[in-house]
């Protein structure tokens, strides 16, 4: 509830008294426990703590495995959130690693079109992108916009923001036509939820309009 109303000091609190209440009564290694220190990843995370968030999830990790074995959705949940948590940090490849393995695990034990494998093909594909590998950055992004589309309304705003990575990727590699489709997607589904000075609206505006200058439009 805390960190819905975004009191992110009062949620660490609050999740913290719930992590020692958990811990006393049913041990470091039950699976509440595992789950708390999720929580209080993200809200470290939001609170921009990158090594706390990272030592939460890696704990996480260690029960999540423990109770429900290493193929579990709940293992891959963690292994996701930890990817991101090392992206930020700036070690992409450690990103990449936990990032490819929620998707192997997520597309096992749930479906290849879940909500949870384009939601990791996305992150991936972001990864990759800072890694230098756009055109692995692209099947990722190609992937989950496939995934997005098929099992989406028209307008979902996952589409946007994977358009809108799919649109610089295409850019950087030099598929000019195709770049502009998917800026011009991203920023007409932004542009009904976001207001026209929202600095997400302004960077598409601009990567688009530098797309069109290099196309002659």
């Known amino acids: 509830m805390l960190r819905g109303l975004g009191d992110l000091v009062g949620a660490r609190d609050q999740f913290e008294q719930a992590l020692s209440v958990f811990e006393t009564a049913l041990g470091p290694d039950h ?10 990843a993200h809200v470290l995370w939001a609170r921009w703590d990158l090594q706390g968030a990272r030592a939460q999830l890696e704990r996480a990790l260690v029960i999540e495995e423990a109770t429900y074995g290493p193929g579990h959705p709940r293992v891959a949940t963690v292994r996701s959130n930890l990817g991101s948590v090392l992206q930020d940090l700036g070690d992409l490849a450690g990103a990449r690693n936990e ?3 929620a998707v192997a695990l997520f597309e ?3 479906d290849l079109d879940h909500p949870e494998v384009a939601t990791a093909r996305t992150k991936l594909g972001v990864v990759l992108r800072d890694l230098g590998d756009l055109q ?6 190609e992937r989950a916009l496939a995934i997005v589309d098929k099992i989406s309304a028209p307008g979902y705003p996952n589409v946007a923001i ?8 295409l850019r950087d590699l030099g598929a000019l036509a195709e770049a502009r489709t998917q800026l ?7 542009e009904t939820v976001l ?7 302004v960077t598409l505006r601009s990567n688009l309009k530098e797309v069109l200058r290099e196309l002659g439009a």
């Open 31 to 40: 699976p509440e426990v595992g789950g708390i220190r999720n929580e209080i």
């Open 99 to 101: 990032l490819e393995r």
């Open 108 to 110: 096992a034990a749930l």
């Open 136 to 141: 692995g950055a692209r099947a990722e992004l």
């Open 162 to 169: 994977i358009s809108g990575y799919l649109g610089g990727v």
């Open 184 to 190: 011009e997607q991203s920023l007409a589904l932004h």
């Open 195 to 201: 207001e026209p000075d929202h600095p997400y609206v």
